[in-house]
């Protein structure tokens, strides 16, 4: 099972883990290791033969959404060497463009290989197309360009309600094409999931009670409407008394909103990087009890500043102890990674932070990276 990360506040219980499927040399099924939420890329071009359901109802219609979403799903292979695994996607741009999680594919990045299984059982050879690692999104191009299978749908995650029935498309355990319901639990959550190396960063994820398991990661979570308002990434998990997380769903799965989901996945396509801004910080959190020793206030320490950088035009240096972050105190470096994810080059960090004793603020403008 990947580290156990740092629970948001109020939930110390609960083990959160991406959900790819792996296999590590000879077949070994880690999926119930890593919570993964896998799938296969559910969807289909909605059409008007798919009704929206009254947001209010319990549930959506399951079987035309069903019938309209699941053409558009994939099942993604990738390997490299003796390691292998599985997940799920969706064809959301002609040319055979597959949108998905970064932790499905990140296996057969630097050589690997990945193949995508279509709904009907056809297969293909797929590229890489861009990876965005922070984010836990990843764009793949299917060899054949996908050109005999509909796109999905594009719906919106900002009209969406807590209590407003959702669907999820994927292959969980690797059984493709399984579709469960449920409905929004909660929104705007923020979860930091451990990954290989990297953390990945769910921001303003929508929380669905959709049964979502391993094999479901970077599939469709769909409107009644059969419209993709999110790709599923993780799931939450209650530890037993000896810590070790159980592998299943207990219906806390978390999905990237697809508003943000978008555009990082245009930008992939178009540049194959995911273009987010820089601070040109470097820092580092200052445990309570250090600074308590120490005699300084708590809050980031500034490691290094980049010569030239936004950081350094805003005046910050090293040694500086960033004590505020647009207003909110300052206890995570996570604080300055998520103000890069949700912003643009252009916009604004207002920093407080303390040198020599004195306190200043200053107004941090982010960069092109």
């Known amino acids: 099972m990947p580290p156990e990360s740092q629970a948001p506040p109020g939930h110390s219980r609960l083990l959160w883990m991406v959900i790819a499927e792996g296999v590590i040399v000879a077949a070994l099924v880690i999926a119930l290791v890593v919570v993964t939420v896998r799938r296969r890329d559910s969807a289909a071009v909605a059409s008007s033969s798919v009704d929206a359901a009254d947001p209010g109802t319990a549930m959506c219609a399951a079987i035309p959404v069903a019938n309209q979403v699941l053409p558009s799903v994939v099942t993604i292979s990738a390997r490299r060497g003796a390691q292998a695994g599985t997940g799920s996607g969706q064809i959301f741009k002609a040319g055979g463009y597959i949108l998905t999680n970064d932790h499905v594919i990140s296996v057969a990045a630097g050589g690997g290989t990945v193949s995508v299984q279509y709904s009907d059982g056809q297969s293909s050879d797929a590229a890489i197309v861009g990876r965005d690692p922070s984010t836990d999104l990843a764009v793949l191009k299917a060899a054949d360009g996908a050109k005999d299978y509909p796109l999905i749908s594009m719906g919106s995650s900002g009209p969406l309600q ?49 049964a979502i398991n391993p094999g479901n990661s970077g599939g469709a979570l769909v409107d009644c409407a059969g419209r993709l308002v999110g790709v599923n990434a993780a799931i939450a998990t209650v530890p037993d008394a000896a810590g070790t997380s159980g592998g299943g769903s207990v219906g806390l799965g978390f999905a990237i909103p697809v508003d943000l989901a978008k555009p ?106």
């Open 162 to 210: 807590v209590g407003q029935p959702v669907v999820a498309l994927g292959a969980p355990l690797g059984l493709s094409s399984t579709v469960t319901s449920g409905i929004v639990s909660a929104l705007d959550r923020y979860v930091p999931v451990p990954g290989d190396g990297v953390t990945h960063h769910l921001i303003g994820a929508i929380q669905t009670d959709a």
């Open 264 to 369: 990082i996945a245009d930008q992939l396509i178009r540049t194959g990087q995911p273009g987010h801004p820089t601070t040109g910080l470097q820092v580092q959190e200052i445990p309570p009890a250090v600074a308590k020793a120490a005699g300084s206030p708590t809050g980031l320490f500034v490691l290094a500043v980049d010569t030239g950088g936004p950081a350094a035009k805003a005046g910050l240096k090293a040694g500086d102890i960033i004590t505020r972050i647009d207003g909110d105190p300052a206890v995570s470096a996570e604080q300055i990674v998520v103000a890069t994810l949700t912003r643009q080059a252009g916009d604004a960090l207002e920093l407080t932070y303390e040198r020599a004793g004195k306190s200043a603020t200053t107004t941090l403008t982010l960069a092109a990276p």
